[in-house]
């Protein structure tokens, strides 16, 4: 009996994948067994959760037809590529990993990143071909460009409360081995409920990409 | 045969016999003149030190800081960067960028010259701190190899002599010497 439901949920898993026009996932830092960094009496972990459970229920409100899953459920331990081979496998079209971290300075900074481990190797790889895990990046390459500076260029202006530096391209750790557009964002927040402000102008920069890329 | 001759002759094989374990012991060490030894290894070696100025960068207030230092330098690549990362590590002590004290356990260098592995005792990174604050105290660390002029490529971080797993960054491949900050 449980086989036949598991068939059934992974049936209309993949129907539901299938008919979605752009699936998001959100990655929120840590896991049951990595609490993260303190974050004003309270673990990485929690913050991250709530902020990525927040976005989700804003995207899905504003854009019905956009799937967007998250990466792990609270109790949940992830295993090292675990998230890399869950995105290429459900073949996202977007990956977000979520940071937060506690800001110490007077004015909180967001920082973004994407994967990189060859600063003067910049081709697009083909999908068909084989690479290494560290090269997976290379596939979407133009895209992951295109999108980050598009990220980039909207979080600079809307830079009201914080200080967005920014994108960098450096070996980190939780984008690798991904294939699709994938980015890492370091918030900073002052108060413990910093991160709703955040995660609102990271919902119209996601809706602002979605967007154009449905109409492409 | 005589007595005398035996207890002689028991006398000179026990006293091989003690000679004997003695060498295989370590405890008579033979030195031949024409081979070369550890000493005047050493002392070549001792010739080849010299003091030399350099140059330690490290990341502090929004901006590169730098400090010069003079250390003894060696020859050898791995002697150079064993004093230089442990230089560099005492600065970042003082200026508390690290959190206690780390130690630099060994300095290799691969066959090819181009690749240095260096292992640290513990995690030197700081945890709590953001993950753009973690990359540049490892790029500051690549940004004094190569100004001082090692002459390697590349750099493997360890930890107790296995791979270097951290959260946020990835060390799984050797690290260029002239980090990623300009891509």
């Known amino acids: 009996m449980p086989i036949i439901y598991f068939f059934y949920a992974l049936c209309v898993a ?8 752009f699936t998001l996932m ?8 990595h609490t993260g960094r303190t974050v004003h009496n309270t673990f990485e972990r929690g913050v991250t959760l709530q902020c990525a459970e927040y976005i989700q229920k804003k995207i899905h409100t504003a854009c019905p037809h956009v799937r967007v899953v998250l990466t792990r459920l609270p109790t949940e331990n992830i295993q090292t590529l675990q998230n890399a081979n869950f995105a290429n496998r459900l073949d996202v079209d977007l990956y977000i990993s979520i940071h937060i971290y506690e800001e110490k300075a007077s004015t909180p900074c967001m920082y973004m990143y994407r994967f990189s481990y060859h600063p003067m190797l910049t081709p697009t790889l083909s999908k068909d071909s084989l690479h290494t895990y560290d090269m997976a990046h290379l596939i979407c390459n133009s895209t992951t460009q295109k999108w980050c500076q598009q990220f980039a260029r909207y979080f600079n202006e809307h830079a009201s409360f914080y200080t967005f530096l920014g994108p960098y391209a450096m070996p980190c750790a939780p984008l690798i081995g991904i294939q699709k557009p994938a980015y890492a964002l370091d918030i900073g927040i002052s108060t413990v409920d910093d991160w709703k402000r955040y995660s609102d102008i990271m919902v119209d920069a996601l809706l602002m990409i979605i967007t154009e890329e449905n109409r492409t | 045969m005589k007595i005398t001759n035996i207890y002689l002759i028991s006398g000179i094989t026990c006293m091989l016999g003690m000679c004997m374990f003695a060498y295989f012991n370590q405890w008579i060490i033979i030195r031949l003149p024409f081979t070369s030894s550890s000493d005047t290894y050493q002392y070549s070696s001792a010739t080849n030190i010299k003091k030399k100025q350099i140059t330690l960068f490290f990341w502090k207030h929004n901006r590169w800081q730098q400090e010069s ?4 330098w060696h020859n050898e690549k791995n002697a150079q960067l064993y004093h ?10 003082d200026e508390s960028l690290i959190q206690g004290e780390i130690f630099l356990q060994s300095v290799l260098i691969s066959a090819s010259s181009q690749e240095a592995y260096l292992s640290f005792d513990r995690d030197f990174l700081p945890q709590q701190d953001p993950l753009f604050n973690k990359w540049m105290l490892i790029e500051s660390l690549l940004k004094t190899i190569s100004y001082n002029g090692i002459g390697i490529t590349h750099v493997r ?3 107790q002599h296995t791979p270097y797993v951290d959260y946020h960054l990835d060390f799984s491949n050797a690290w260029p010497i002239g980090g990623f900050l300009s891509s």
Do not use: H, N, Q, R
């Open chain 1, 14 to 21: 993949t129907s539901t994948f299938s008919t979605s026009k």
């Open chain 1, 26 to 33: 959100l990655d929120p830092a840590g896991d049951a067994k």
């Open chain 2, 69 to 72: 230092t003079e250390i003894v």
């Open chain 2, 84 to 93: 230089l990362v442990t230089a560099w590590l005492s600065l970042l002590e």
């Open chain 2, 157 to 159: 971080f360890l930890i």
